[in-house]
Nanobody, 123 residues
Framework: QVQLVESGGGLVQAGGSLRLSCAAS????????MGWFRQAPGKERDFVAG????????DYADSVKGRFTISRDNAKNTVYMQMNSLKPEDTAVYYC????????????????WGKGTLVTVSS
């Protein structure tokens, strides 16, 4: 069992930056691929960024490539996402999720989810 708690969301102006954190508790964090997803009001939950269990590979949605960076610190059981050049369309609730040794980044395949943190980007 893995528990995930996101933090770092907030209100920021367009062009600004935020860093999200996801702290994991429970066993085996280093065996989980970790992903960030987001859900805007009235829309489906979409993949944003993912990092393999080792940290050796990362994936990004086209809409955030070059602006967002995912990383992890297995010693601290934490995954991060640095978000730069934020746009109003990035406004959403951001969720952290874990997939046991996985890296497919489909919401249906993730094993554990956090409760989310709200990011609001004003124009």
């Amino acid at each position: 069992q893995v528990q995930l708690v996101e933090s770092g969301g907030g209100l920021v102006q367009a062009g600004g930056s935020l860093r999200l954190s996801c702290a994991a508790s429970g066993r085996g964090f280093s065996r989980y691929g970790m992903g960030w997803f987001r859900q805007a009001p009235g829309k489906e939950r979409d993949f944003v960024a993912g990092i393999s269990w080792s940290g050796g590979s990362t994936d990004y949605a086209d809409s955030v490539k070059g602006r967002f960076t995912i990383s992890r610190d297995n010693a601290k059981n934490t995954v991060y996402m640095q978000m730069n050049s934020l746009k109003p369309e990035d406004t959403a609730v951001y969720y952290c999720a874990a997939d046991y040794f996985g890296s497919t980044w489909s919401p249906d395949r993730m094993d554990y989810w956090g409760k989310g943190t709200l990011v609001t980007v004003s124009s």
